[in-house]
């Protein structure tokens, strides 16, 4: 059974598509500066990328998509920041508008209790939550984004990836490797390790090319113009 | 014959892929805010994450890339920005430093000779150059990225795309269309029309997935761990 109330696991997974990213130094406070997110937030800028590939289309939300960032960085984590693209708001492609939607959310008081989770701005909810506590909450397909992986289009091949009608959630560490206390524990629950690309891509960019391969699993052509 | 000097020839199809990138309003000086790139630069923001998505790895830079942006926003243009990914230096993933190289880059002094241009930091050099004289510089394949062109798969499987033994050109536009006039010349010089997606993207993103591609049908795969 789910360790957290139903409520936050709606959250968790509430679109077809979920990613979550683990910010291995991202800060957990709202104490830095947005003009100088790569010094003082841990690294936060990737996190922010992540967020505009996971949401945007060119004019419009990806509004079938949910993007979590587990932050691990100093001082006060772990901190779920969940961004939902049905509901958002005010979100803009550039980092530092971001960093400022974050940096609200940050800014908010947050029980230790397990899923306790405060609201932000609309679509923007921060949550007290641990690796293990997701992972054993998820339900659905889980897939792991690592170099080491089956390759995408192999996988494909052999079948739709995921069960696209059903969430379905994909895993990606940020710019550190996973430790092998994760490691251990997402195999514990991932259904499988997919690569999608032949060189080692940031965390954003992985993300566009994963969107890319379910669009044209799942997505109608545009007519030609 | 080209029309300009064979070393500004040089700048524009230095490496095996290129991108060009026509950015409408993009402002040509260095009056704008790096705090505010939406509000001040003429949407200089997206020309600063399709920088990124052209020249990052993971670990290190694409080194067989280079971008170019034509800026035509005020007050002074056409002025085309050029980062080398061989050379470049002091290049980071973050919009906002990026922001700053080129707002050194725009702060020197160009002559308003066709083809005349300047070094800024390695890497990093404007050109005063319009579209055509561009086109009619370039020489090798050239392909128009465009939602309305035939699908990248498609034509992968009809054969390699590029010639990737020689240098090939690849067009996109920022978040507005094409004028007619613009249209009209590229159609004049482009091999092919190529869509990369069936969803309307950002410029960042469909370098990314074109990326891929070029990617998968070149590079090694990854040693699997």
Redesign the interface.
């Given at each position: 059974m789910s360790p957290i109330p139903e409520e936050a696991r709606s959250i968790l997974i509430c679109r077809e598509r979920n990613f979550l990213m683990i910010a291995h130094r991202a800060r957990t406070d709202d104490q830095f500066n947005i003009?100088d997110?790569?010094g003082s937030a841990g690294r936060l800028?990737?996190v922010l990328?992540a967020i505009?590939?996971a949401l945007?289309?060119?004019?419009g939300m990806r509004r079938d998509t949910s993007f979590h960032a587990l932050l691990l960085g100093p001082p006060d984590p772990p901190k779920l920041l969940s961004v939902d693209g049905l509901t958002v708001r005010y979100l803009?492609?550039?980092?530092?508008?971001t960093a400022a939607l974050v940096k609200r959310a940050m800014s908010l008081q947050l029980s230790t209790v397990i899923g306790s989770n405060v609201r932000s701005t609309p679509g923007i909810i921060v949550m007290r939550i641990d690796l293990v506590s997701i992972l054993d909450t998820l339900q659905g397909p889980v897939y792991l984004l690592?170099?080491?992986?089956d390759?995408i289009?192999d996988a494909m091949i052999e079948g739709p990836l995921p069960a696209l009608d059903s969430p379905t959630y994909f895993l990606l560490s940020d710019?550190r490797d996973l430790t092998p206390e994760e490691s251990g524990e997402i195999a514990r629950k991932a259904n499988r390790v997919i690569?999608?690309?032949?060189?080692?891509?940031?965390a954003d960019?992985s993300i566009?090319?994963l969107h890319?391969f379910l669009?044209?699993s799942t997505?109608?052509?545009?007519?030609?113009?």
């Open positions: 003009n997110l790569c800028d990737g990328r505009n590939s945007f289309l060119s004019h803009n492609p550039d980092e530092r508008s690592d170099e080491g992986g390759d289009m710019d690569s999608i690309s032949p060189k080692v891509l940031h960019h566009t090319i890319n669009d044209r997505g109608s052509k545009c007519p030609k113009g």
